[in-house]
């Protein structure tokens, strides 16, 4: 079934609540097997969209169908082929982990044993099985986020959702679940995906959807996104705060765009193109205004940049902005 | 109409009825589950009519005037309904802290039927309030309470006791769903239920309040329910009382039951 639609297709989805305009005519296609990845800062609209794909709520307009359903008209059809992984874990605090999953299979109407062969294998494969009998209010942060990521998986789902799943995830968890994540598309599931991590986008998906404002500002592969941003970037960290100022002055002269300023790492980046003579004029003009560097970097453009240059706000780490779980 | 997404035939009414009856099963029992984590509130919610029996017992008591029974036979009808009624609550303070935690997000996004979630937490705290009652009838057997009740009458009023429980809890579905605020169903709780049920048959009779509140008393459910019940433990010949009552509480989860599983489908329209 679905094979000659998109996995996931939204047109023209609006999503508005109160004032806020969440969604302004987003449009999104992910072909069945491929993974999407949806970047975009705090209040873009991320959570919405996922939330509507995922039938947990309406959109204001515009056409939604995942696996070949519509969310609107057809939410059980859409709901037996799907799994989320929410922002904010969705797991029962009160029963152990194992119970969780088990509950989930059941729920999906997993035969008993099909259900606990499933559960089993899924904590093995998160690294749960030692805390698998422990009441959830006893995990950790990210040992609550793997539960999550389980319990979206219990059902083999055909379309996978993942808000932000590897926040608050140590190195070695994230790995594991960038392994798991492949596997999914490997054995034919459709992954959409949203991160704060460019590299984790650049790392996994087939296809980068950039949204702002609740709308696409800018699609393609990982190359094709950093060769619009175009040329090199050029990277100074200088030894002290003080220097920024006239690090910036000096790299705004030889740069073909405006400076982006780290001061936590005291470090200046420009986009610019990389002709004969250029790094020692950099080097010149540093040296003029007494601007010792401590690291001086040629690169290609990464994700990151292409996300700066986009969007208007700073991508964190984390949202820690619009914590609005409804 | 849009042509593009795909048709698939209907579910058999049937099927559709055995696997919520299945979900329902599978929520109950994640409730049951929850027991051992949650002793403080079993204890609080037995420990609660406890201090009524004995309060009533034996503080109020003397001064309370009951023509047709000793005042701890007339009450403890009275304090089973109460307690069912108070308690009946506590479910929708629950369903309220899922709302807001999140679980409910992932029932949503399961093929499973609305009506499971929200009755698997009702039968969890029916089974739950006939453990209270239970408890409470050792301690009023313990303080003088004597029913003259037949085994059939026993059966009739623990039966109405469970069917008013039930109908309660989805009362506190309904509010649950629409303030979706845990302290805002307690609130309401107070507010509404413990006046509905004090301002009955539970605890005095009703000939002792002023003429204008009697017909009031009389009409409201708590005091049909409570009359039912005590008219089966105490073997008065009562009439339709308790077909009265059940009327009720039947009457409760025709409206209310309905109006949650529409409440929670408008969930996604935020
Ligand atoms: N339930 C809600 N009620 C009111 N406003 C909301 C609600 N949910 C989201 N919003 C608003 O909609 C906009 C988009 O929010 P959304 O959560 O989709 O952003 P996001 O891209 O997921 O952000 P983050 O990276 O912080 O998770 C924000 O302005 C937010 O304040
Ligand atoms: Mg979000």
Redesign the pocket.
């Known amino acids: 079934m679905g094979a000659h639609s998109p996995a996931i297709l939204a047109r023209g989805v609006v999503?508005r609540?109160?004032t806020?305009?969440?969604?302004a005519g987003l449009d999104l296609t992910a072909e069945p097997g491929t993974i999407l990845g949806v970047l975009?800062?705090?209040?873009?609209?991320?959570?919405?969209?996922?939330?509507i794909l995922t039938t947990l709520l309406r959109p204001d307009a515009g056409r939604v169908e995942v696996a070949g359903f519509d969310v609107v008209r057809q939410p059980d059809q859409v709901r037996t082929r799907i799994g989320l992984a929410g922002?904010y874990a969705t797991v029962d605090e009160l029963l152990s982990g194992r119970e969780n999953l088990v509950m989930v299979g059941r729920l999906f109407h997993l035969p008993r044993a099909e259900a606990r062969r499933r559960a089993d294998a899924l904590l093995e494969r998160f690294g749960l099985t030692d805390v698998a009998h422990r009441p959830v209010k006893t995990y950790s942060g990210g040992m609550r986020r793997r539960l999550d990521l389980a319990a979206s998986l219990v059902t083999e789902p055909q379309v996978l959702f993942l808000?932000?799943p590897t926040t608050g995830l140590d190195p070695r968890s994230r790995l594991t679940l960038w392994e798991i994540i492949r596997e999914q598309a490997a054995r034919g599931a459709t992954v959409l995906l949203?991160t704060?991590y460019l590299d984790e986008a650049d790392q996994l998906a087939d296809t980068i959807v950039v949204?702002d404002h609740?709308r696409v500002i800018a699609s393609g592969t990982a190359d094709e996104l950093k060769d619009q941003v175009g040329g090199d970037r050029l990277d100074v960290t200088v030894a002290a705060e003080s220097d920024l100022e006239d690090a910036v002055r000096a790299l705004e002269r030889h740069a073909t765009g405006p400076a982006h300023v780290d001061v936590a790492q005291r470090q200046v980046s420009v986009p610019i193109r990389n002709v004969p003579g250029l790094l020692a004029a950099v080097v010149r003009d540093l040296d003029a205004r007494n601007v010792r560097p401590l690291d001086f970097r040629l690169r290609r453009p990464t994700l990151d940049d292409v996300f700066l240059a986009l969007t208007s706000a700073p991508a964190g780490p984390a949202?820690?902005?619009?914590?609005?779980a409804? | 109409m849009n042509t593009t997404a795909m048709t698939v035939d209907p579910v058999p009414v049937y099927r559709r009825l055995y696997w919520a009856l299945a979900d329902a099963w599978v929520v109950t029992r994640r409730h049951l589950l929850h027991i051992p984590q949650q002793h403080e509130q079993w204890i609080s919610a037995t420990v609660q009519p406890i201090i009524f029996v004995l309060l009533f017992r034996y503080v109020f008591g003397g001064a309370i005037v009951t023509p047709e029974a000793s005042y701890i036979n007339f009450l403890m009808a009275g304090i089973f309904v109460q307690s069912v009624v108070m308690e009946g609550m506590t479910g929708g303070i629950g369903l309220a802290h899922d709302l807001k935690r999140g679980i409910i997000d992932r029932f949503r996004t399961l093929p499973m039927a609305p009506s499971a979630v929200l009755a698997g937490p009702i039968v969890a705290d029916t089974l739950r309030n006939l453990f209270i009652i239970g408890v409470m009838l050792a301690l009023g057997l313990a303080v003088g309470f004597r029913p003259e009740a037949s085994a059939l009458a026993w059966c009739g009023a623990i039966g109405l006791l469970l069917a008013t429980s039930f109908a309660v809890s989805w009362i506190g579905s309904v509010v649950a769903l629409l303030v979706r605020d845990p302290e805002a169903v307690q609130v309401m709780a107070f507010v509404v239920m413990m006046p509905l049920a004090f301002a009955s048959s539970a605890f005095v009779p009703v000939e002792t309040m002023p003429s204008w509140l009697q017909p009031i008393v009389r009409h409201q459910p708590v005091t049909v329910i409570v009359d039912a019940v005590r008219g089966l433990l105490l073997a008065h010949t009562t009439g339709a009382a308790p077909w009265q009552a059940l009327a009720w509480c039947a009457g409760i989860v025709a409206v209310c039951a309905p109006l949650s599983v529409v409440l929670y489908r408008r969930l996604a329209r935020?």
């Open positions: 999503k609540f109160g806020t305009q969440a969604l975009g800062p705090n209040g873009a609209g991320k959570t919405t969209a996922v939330r922002q808000d932000e949203t704060q949204i609740g949202g820690d902005e619009c914590e609005e409804a | 935020e």
